[in-house]
């Protein structure tokens, strides 16, 4: 996450040198690092429990997360060689948090965007943001949103997503009582200036 409330007071930095590659599964160490990276942080705010524990367990969020991996929907974003973000993309909406008539709209869908700390404030939440909505798109040419499900009293990520122009649909819950049950939308945006390269090869 890249939650800097100002991040226009921060220096723009003309580097492009950030490379984006689909993450492999015996990478798994480093996407939870970079989860837990934030998490730490997040706890520090004490403003959400949001990660406060890995959910719904320590297994289980690293059987969520290595699912994703082998079904290559996560994305690694380094610079140079030093991990320092990631996002999962999927075409599927949740059956629980999405309606059976929302999901008759094509949209991507984007889950843990996260990126290190030490590079909040630099604007790459927003590329990656955007990155993932046009890539999440070619695979799904009628797509015409990014949805995300974000922490339900987090709502300085709310306030993030917002000034990056989603819109609030709902809060809902689930049978499995997921954390995560306030939905943000926004159209795809299907051009953009980014500093991020793709990287076929791992």
Same mark, same amino acid.
């Given at each position: 996450?890249?939650?800097?409330?100002?991040?226009?007071?921060?220096?723009?930095?003309?580097?492009?040198?950030?490379?984006?590659?689909?993450?492999?599964?015996?990478?798994?160490?480093?996407?939870?690092?970079?989860?837990?990276?934030?998490?730490?942080?997040?706890?520090?705010?004490?403003?959400?429990?949001?990660?406060?524990?890995?959910?719904?367990?320590?297994?289980?969020?690293?059987?969520?997360?290595?699912?994703?991996?082998?079904?290559?929907?996560?994305?690694?974003?380094?610079?140079?060689?030093? %991990?320092? =973000?990631?996002?999962?993309? /999927?075409? @599927?909406?949740?059956?629980?948090?999405?309606?059976?008539? !929302? #999901?008759?709209?094509?949209?991507?869908?984007?889950?843990?965007?996260?990126?290190?700390?030490?590079?909040?404030?630099?604007?790459?939440?927003?590329?990656?943001?955007?990155?993932?909505?046009?890539?999440?798109?070619?695979?799904?040419?009628?797509?015409?949103?990014?949805?995300?499900?974000?922490?339900?009293?987090?709502?300085?990520?709310?306030?993030?997503?917002?000034?990056?122009?989603?819109?609030?649909?709902?809060?809902?819950?689930?049978?499995?009582?997921? %954390?995560? =049950?306030?939905?943000?939308? /926004?159209? @795809?945006?299907?051009?953009?200036?980014?500093?991020?390269? !793709? #990287?076929?090869?791992?």
């Amino acid at each position: 996450m890249d939650t800097a409330t100002r991040p226009h007071r921060r220096p723009r930095i003309p580097y492009t040198g950030y490379c984006l590659r689909i993450a492999r599964p015996d990478e798994l160490d480093s996407i939870l690092g970079l989860i837990d990276h934030a998490a730490a942080w997040v706890r520090e705010k004490k403003n959400t429990r949001q990660w406060a524990r890995p959910w719904p367990s320590r297994d289980g969020r690293q059987k969520r997360v290595y699912e994703a991996l082998v079904n290559r929907e996560t994305w690694l974003l380094s610079d140079r060689e030093r %991990p320092i =973000g990631t996002v999962s993309i /999927r075409l @599927l909406g949740h059956e629980e948090l999405w309606t059976a008539q !929302e #999901r008759e709209t094509a949209a991507v869908y984007l889950h843990r965007l996260v990126i290190h700390r030490a590079y909040a404030g630099l604007g790459l939440g927003a590329e990656l943001i955007d990155w993932a909505g046009r890539k999440g798109a070619s695979q799904q040419r009628k797509a015409e949103l990014i949805r995300i499900d974000v922490w339900t009293d987090n709502t300085e990520l709310h306030d993030y997503y917002r000034r990056l122009g989603f819109k609030d649909v709902a809060i809902r819950t689930t049978s499995d009582n997921i %954390p995560s =049950g306030a939905l943000f939308e /926004r159209p @795809l945006h299907t051009t953009a200036v980014t500093r991020i390269t !793709e #990287r076929h090869r791992p």
